[in-house]
């Protein structure tokens, strides 16, 4: 029998900190959402989804935009691609 344990933790963040995980958070959902509809758009013409290798590859392109490179650190954006 396998036996599961887990653990909770709770942050309390002063206000700098807060503003460093809004950004991170926020860095993420635009990396996510932006190869999300990579992923979407190369499916549906080609039956086939991108790899981990062509969306880290890709990663730099969306980093030459202001909003992007104003907040987003590369290593953030790196673990955001991990999920595919």
């Keep these: 029998m396998i036996v599961h344990q887990a653990y909770k933790?709770?942050?309390?963040p002063n206000a700098d900190q807060q503003q460093l995980i809004r950004r991170m958070f926020g860095c993420?959902?635009?990396?996510?959402?932006?190869f999300l509809a990579k992923w979407n758009s190369a499916y549906s013409e080609t039956g086939k989804?991108?790899?981990?290798?062509?969306?880290?590859t890709?990663?730099?392109?969306?980093k030459?935009?202001?909003k992007l490179s104003?907040?987003?650190r590369t290593l953030d954006a790196k673990r955001c691609i991990d999920f595919f």
């Design 64 to 66: 030459n935009r202001p």
């Design 9 to 12: 933790y709770r942050i309390y």
């Design 58 to 62: 890709a990663l730099p392109a969306p």
């Design 70 to 72: 104003a907040t987003c």
């Design 28 to 34: 993420c959902r635009f990396v996510f959402n932006h």
């Design 49 to 56: 989804g991108l790899s981990y290798h062509s969306c880290a």
